[in-house]
Nanobody, 126 residues
Framework: QVQLVESGGGLVQGGGSLRLSCAAS????????MGWFRQAPGREREFVAA????????SYADSVKGRFTISRDNAKNTVYLQMNSLKPEDTAVYYC???????????????????WGQGTQVTVSS
């Protein structure tokens, strides 16, 4: 069983910043592909960012490129999403996800992820 617990969501004004954290259970975290997805009302869940378990490969959605940064601290079993220059259209429930993949994989394909966090609400006001 892999459990992912998110924190750091909240309300922020446009142009502001938030840092999301996702703490993972188990002793194999360092071997998991990790990603962030988000889902806004009336929309499908969409890819945001991913990082390989080696930490050497990252991937970002075009909509967040240059504003968001994904990172991981394997010693703390935690993955982060630093969100800067936030826009109202970033408002969504944000989910972290984990998958068993190769050391350099950082994929946007949702079915590659096997475990999901509970989600944390991010609201960006205008």
């Amino acid at each position: 069983q892999v459990q992912l617990v998110e924190s750091g969501g909240g309300l922020v004004q446009g142009g502001g910043s938030l840092r999301l954290s996702c703490a993972a259970s188990g002793r194999t975290f360092s071997s998991y592909l990790m990603g962030w997805f988000r889902q806004a009302p009336g929309r499908e869940r969409e890819f945001v960012a991913a990082i390989s378990w080696s930490g050497g490969s990252t991937s970002y959605a075009d909509s967040v490129k240059g504003r968001f940064t994904i990172s991981r601290d394997n010693a703390k079993n935690t993955v982060y999403l630093q969100m800067n220059s936030l826009k109202p259209e970033d408002t969504a429930v944000y989910y972290c996800a984990a998958g068993n993949r190769g050391p350099t994989v950082a994929t946007s394909i949702i079915h590659e992820y096997d475990y999901w966090g509970q989600g944390t609400q991010v609201t960006v006001s205008s």
